[in-house]
């Protein structure tokens, strides 16, 4: 059963489509209605509704406007318009914003039973496609150079070869087109998991994601290991366009459309071929934070600070302690540490080996630290590094105590860090929200690109942290500032909605009475009246 929202300015018309029309038979169950674009995008961010029925001359937001806003927040939702006949060719702008179906009013409720059937048969489709295993992948040469790059670098016999070699090659290949420049390339890796955290990614998931990447951007998918590895190739502005919407859409498609989670992880994007390996080893680690937090979608950029250190040279063993201190337990990377020290003294390795592997874990183990923590931090837990007193240590017992110490110290430092960090981060948010209400142009992703994290990340702090979400955060302080305004100033109601980040009175009002459940002039007068009362009795 599919649930909907519809959205119509005109209520009986509204009503009478939901009254007059059998939803149930045809697959559909209605969640939610609407009498105005502002209030069909809350409840679309608060219900997830798998399609959204809305009338195109919708008042505070048109309909276009509406559907490019729910494919930021709900990207996984369909949108059908209502239309009249003059509104036809303005409704079709709205097709790159998931619209699959355009009705004309007026409509009979046998029409609208029939274009329903449609609608969710279009739905079907591509929830089946999406889970299905789908035709063979094409572009077999553009995989071909595409997955060694991702997961080997580029490896060559003699010197290292230029960047203009690689993308001849990626030319010869179809990997790239010719005339195009100022390219990005982002590393997305996925896995989808069950509700015991059971890893059931398959080949066949490659063909759901790309059914999702090929409608934004131009893109490489393979299976490997257990996940789906994406690379996106697309103009900077295209990239930060709809990165966030993509990875929004997957998550949200796997879990309306197989019950499952999809784990994300996110690498920066860069801007050559020599380095697309180093972002997927960033997408990689991204990844290992969303199966720790138990969060979907991880942007390795949310975490950790770019560095320029050598991630490729990493052993098994160093490559094992990272993963566990970014995210496993305590007790669980303590265990390993001492098997792999148990290894090292089965295998007799001389002490200057056994230094040198010190370094490069206590390298490894700074990297992550200096990447989450702050500078004081990070002082405080180089003076328990072992490399502080390591040429004076008399036995292997005392090298392998002081690593150890070391590394659950580090773990401990992060996760305390993280902490931190998520709240600053929600802080700035909400100060944002606190300085910049009046800002009509303020939303979600403009915070999101002022903070220098993404929408969904910041999305997903904010609700954790105050259990609310931006709009509403949002509404509130511009709701309260003009019940200040109105009580103290002699401002006329259209002044108070500009001073408070509304464009347009009829909607400020319309906000205003939702949320305290009187008019602005109501409120005025009622304030008024309250001041006086209490004034009188002073006297």
């Given amino acids: 059963m599919y649930t909907v929202i519809v959205a119509d300015d005109e209520e009986e018309l509204r009503k009478a489509l939901i009254r007059r029309v059998d939803w149930e038979s045809v697959g559909f169950s209605v969640v939610g209605e609407a009498e105005n674009g502002a209030e069909a995008l809350e409840l679309v961010e608060k219900l997830e509704p798998d399609l959204l029925l809305t009338d195109i001359r919708m008042p505070f937001i048109t ?16 949108i059908a318009f209502l ?21 004309l009013k007026p409509i009979s409720s046998a029409e609208l039973t029939e274009e329903l059937l449609k609608m969710k048969k279009k739905i079907d489709e ?58 990005k390339y982002t590393v997305i890796v996925a896995s989808i998991i069950d509700e015991e955290g059971k890893n059931l990614t398959a080949r066949a998931s490659v063909h759901g994601i790309d059914t999702i990447l090929e409608k934004y951007i131009r893109h490489v998918s393979f299976y490997s290991g257990g996940r789906v590895v994406s690379l996106l190739i697309a103009p900077e502005a295209d990239t930060d366009k709809y990165l966030h919407i993509i990875v929004e859409e997957i998550s949200q498609s796997v879990r309306r459309i197989m019950k499952m989670s999809c784990l994300i992880g996110v690498g920066r994007s860069v801007g050559s071929l020599s380095h697309i390996h180093e972002a997927y080893i960033e997408a990689m680690s991204a990844i290992r934070y969303s199966r720790k937090n138990k969060e979907e979608v991880y942007f390795i950029s949310d975490i950790e600070r770019a560095d320029d250190f050598d991630m490729e040279k990493m052993q098994g063993y160093i490559e094992e302690v990272e ?82 110490f070391f590394c659950l110290a580090a773990r401990e430092l992060i996760a305390e860090q993280r902490k931190k960090s998520s709240t600053l981060l929600c802080d700035k ?27 969904n990340y910041l999305s997903a702090l904010i609700k954790r942290s105050t259990g609310r979400t931006f709009i509403d955060l949002l509404t509130k302080k511009r709701i309260e500032t003009a019940k200040e305004l109105l009580l103290c100033t002699n401002l006329k109601i259209k002044e108070i909605s500009e001073k408070c980040g509304y464009n347009d009175q009829h909607y400020f009002s319309y906000c205003f009475k939702k949320y305290e459940g009187l008019s602005p002039n109501a409120c005025r007068q009622k304030l008024e009246e309250e001041k006086t009362s209490r004034e009188q009795w002073h006297e």
């Fill in 323 to 404: 993963r566990m201190i970014r995210s496993g337990g305590s007790q669980e990377l303590e265990a390993y540490l001492k098997q792999m020290f148990d290894s090292v003294e089965q295998e007799h390795i001389s002490m200057m080996e056994i230094h040198f592997l010190i370094v490069r874990l206590v390298s490894a183990v700074s990297r992550i630290v200096y990447a989450v923590v702050d500078e004081e931090g990070a002082a405080q837990l180089q003076k328990k590094s072992p490399l502080q007193s390591v040429d004076s240590f008399e036995n292997y017992g005392a090298v392998r105590s002081r690593c150890i």
């Fill in 429 to 455: 948010a909400l100060g944002i929200i606190e300085n910049s209400y009046m800002d009509q142009e303020l939303s979600l992703v403009s915070v999101s690109n002022e903070i220098s994290v993404s929408p």
């Fill in 83 to 103: 239309s009249g006949y003059d509104d036809f060719s303005y409704a079709q702008q709205g097709i790159q914003y998931n619209i699959i179906s355009y009705l």
């Fill in 63 to 78: 309909g276009i406007e509406l559907a490019r806003q729910v494919q930021e927040i709900r990207p996984a939702t369909q």
């Fill in 126 to 183: 591509k929830y089946e496609n999406f889970a299905s295993a789908g035709k063979k992948q094409e572009k077999l040469e553009a995989m071909e150079l595409a997955i060694p790059l991702l997961l080997d670098g580029f490896q060559r016999d003699a010197e290292e070869a230029d960047e203009g070699e690689l993308e001849q090659a990626a030319f010869a290949c179809g990997l790239l087109k010719e005339g195009e420049s100022d390219l």
